[in-house]
């Protein structure tokens, strides 16, 4: 995304040059704070940490054997991974991920153990899929805490990982879910809203979009791939879109000047702003409040949307990341 007016503290003048150098709108900066970024990394250590406890829980070699059903990686013992053939993705059992708290319709609905829509956040499939969205969550979080600070992000990144595991629950009723995509959706939404609703700050608007867009499009692309859960994907995403508008909004073009010269007068927000808040606001609430209702009451959602089945590429699988 491109560079933008309150990335950075230190205030003071910049020469023509720099300004096109740094695509900077103006420089209002020095009112900003750079925030260094722990909970992102944090975040990223804890799942390391889940994961190696699932594979000591697990015990591969323990519980297989036979030359047939041999583990792989058998010399990492305990933590070896179960046979490719039941986990492509040199990972646990799904029985082990489901009594780790991996996200079943089931269970949630009839056992009324709705803390599984937290938990799976947490859980991966395997080493492939842990290291995929750990490096998209450095990627993504890191720039993003830098500029809005750990609690604005850590809220986008648990509350998408919610929207996402409420849809993938009404859609995906055949399958455990694990994994941090709906989180790492919601914060692809969080960006792009973000970049639209403080979009006068932004130098090369066109540029920032398109760049964002694509990346987008990227991770959305890899929803094509076997065993991955589209739901989770777009119900963190919307989740995320909506919250950037409420949680990441920024002060227009031009208000932090008027603060220092009396004979200019800015909002410190456009009307736009405050629309795409109300707005946001009222989707998010709707959308997260029908969804938690149609959930505990055991709906399901293929029965509302005939072609929705569509989105899952393998909906017989036995879980889905």
């Known amino acids: 995304m491109a560079n933008r007016d309150s990335e950075r503290g230190g205030g003071g003048k910049q020469n023509n040059t720099n300004n096109n150098n740094n695509n900077y709108i103006y420089d ?76 079943e319709w089931g269970k949630v609905v009839h056992e009324h153990q709705g803390w599984r829509l937290v938990t799976c956040m947490w859980l991966h499939a395997g080493i492939l899929h842990l290291l995929t969205n750990m490096l998209s969550l450095i990627f993504i979080g890191i720039r993003l805490e830098q500029q809005f600070g750990f609690i604005r992000v850590g809220l986008i ?39 639209l609703t403080n979009w006068t700050i932004y130098a090369n608007k066109a540029a920032a979009l398109f760049t964002l867009l694509f990346i987008i499009a990227i991770n959305l692309g890899l929803g094509l791939l076997p065993r991955v859960d589209n739901f989770a994907h777009i119900g963190g995403f919307i989740t995320g879109f909506c919250l950037g508008f409420i949680l990441l ?19 410190k927000y456009s009307i736009y702003q405050y629309v795409l808040f109300i707005v946001a606001v009222l989707i998010l609430v709707v959308c997260l409040t029908v969804g938690s209702v149609m959930l505990f009451k055991g709906e399901n959602g293929n029965k509302h949307c005939k072609w929705c089945h569509r989105l899952s590429c393998f909906p017989t699988s036995k879980w889905t990341c």
């Open 28 to 103: 209002e900066s020095s009112s900003d704070t750079h925030w260094t970024s722990w909970l992102v990394p944090l975040i990223v250590v804890a799942n390391l940490a889940v994961f190696i406890a699932v594979m000591f829980v697990n015990d591969c070699p323990k519980k297989i054997i036979g030359p047939n059903k041999a583990c792989v990686a058998r010399f990492l013992g305990r933590f070896s991974f179960q046979p490719l053939r039941e986990n492509p993705l040199f990972g646990p059992s799904s029985s082990t991920l489901e009594r780790m708290g991996a996200l």
């Open 157 to 195: 990144y648990l509350i998408s990982g919610l929207g996402g595991s409420i849809l993938s629950s009404l859609f995906l009723q055949e399958s455990i879910s694990v994994g941090a995509s709906g989180a790492l959706f919601g914060l692809l939404g969080a960006m792009l809203s973000e970049l």
């Open 249 to 267: 909004v920024r002060p227009q073009h031009g208000w932090e000047s008027s603060r220092t010269n009396t004979s200019l007068t800015k909002r």
